[in-house]
């Protein structure tokens, strides 16, 4: 049986008299659009929420992610789809991957066209969602994402466009399997997930909380620390800084993160480039290696939205900062891929 969380986002929306798109559509609106289901597997349905993407918070993904872990402990289900806004999806899905220990497969959708379009994608996906979900070759590959019959990981999906029915993509990676009408082709296998559970976590979660208060500062040319001494004095725990290439950073913004660093908040640099990750080799002011050596930890292959979701909830899983800087590792150490 394939468990389906429906919360929202532009699959549930209809535009009024005036254009204007909300999300309205139920569960059952939305699946009766979607007929040949029960030829794939049994259902059931869970109306979860009904939020447009920006409005899912942190904090709504950890109800969300709770609500999928209970839904996968039950025996008698296979998998579980979620519907979702777009805009906020790769976080989401990231979210579920980091925290989710169960080996059944997630299956993230959404629709980037409302019901009130001729072309409306959505009951296409929530279809393609389904059958990845019950394909046994889904299990033990983390949260996945499905558009356009695609199928991407979580840990490497992110939207490259803001209106394309084939909104998202892995550059440098591509999919992991590809859905056909009557089948999944799996391509290759994603990225090991992480080993480490916290202590005190409940039953088919990695942590029992997560610290919501990372702030994330962008690098862009002579940016100083003005946005970093902002987010300590608002009381951060955790700093992402998206920077430049492979992770380095302006000077006037390098002081930030060494104040960052000795008033122990951590911070986690990714890069703003969309593929190839950190790799701290610059020793001069503010690069890659400069900032390790202040005590920087670095994200690897993640995108800073997805460095953001690790460092929160490596913040709610460990203990003290040897612990966090582990379970960032651990996290990042994936970079590569198997085939298969």
Not at 45 to 70: C, I, K, N, Y
Not at 190 to 200: F, L, M, S, V, Y
């Amino acid at each position: 049986m394939i468990a389906i969380l429906f919360t929202g986002g532009t699959i549930s929306m209809t535009a009024d008299e005036s254009g204007s798109l909300r999300p309205v559509l139920s569960a059952r609106d939305i699946l009766a659009q979607a007929p040949g289901l029960s030829d794939i597997a049994d259902i059931e349905v869970e109306d979860f929420s009904r939020l447009p993407g920006p409005h899912v918070t942190p904090e709504q993904m950890w109800r969300l992610s709770r609500r999928a872990a209970a839904w996968l402990e039950r025996p008698d289900v296979d998998g579980l789809v979620v519907t979702h806004g777009t805009d906020t999806l790769e976080e989401s899905a990231y979210f579920i991957d980091l925290v989710l220990t169960s080996d059944k497969p997630v299956v993230l959708l959404g629709a980037m066209r409302p019901a009130s379009d001729a072309g409306w994608d959505g009951p296409a996906n929530v279809a393609a969602a389904v059958r990845l979900a019950a394909s046994p070759g889904a299990r033990k590959r983390g949260a996945l994402i499905v558009f356009a019959g695609t199928v991407l990981a979580a840990r490497e999906a992110r939207k490259l466009h803001s209106q394309k029915p084939a909104a998202f993509g892995a550059p440098g990676l591509g999919p992991v399997a590809a859905i056909d009408p009557d089948r999944v082709r799996f391509l290759r296998r994603p990225p090991a997930r992480p080993a480490w559970r916290a202590e005190g976590a409940d039953a088919g979660m990695r942590v029992g909380r997560i610290e919501t208060r990372v702030d994330l500062v962008s690098a862009s040319a002579g940016a100083d620390d003005r946005f970093v001494r902002c987010a300590l004095a608002s009381g951060a725990r955790g700093l992402v800084v998206d920077a430049f290439g492979s992770g380095n950073v302006p000077p006037g913004l390098r002081e930030g993160i060494r104040m960052a660093v000795e008033a122990r908040v951590p911070v986690l640099v990714a890069s703003r480039a969309v593929a190839g990750g950190v790799r701290p080799r610059y020793g001069y002011e503010g690069g890659g290696r400069d900032l390790v050596e202040l005590g920087a930890l670095m994200a690897g292959p993640l995108s800073a939205l997805k460095a953001r979701i690790l460092l929160m909830v490596a913040l709610g899983g460990a203990r003290d900062h040897d612990e966090l800087a582990r379970i960032v590792a651990d996290a990042t150490s994936a970079a590569e891929t198997d085939l298969g």
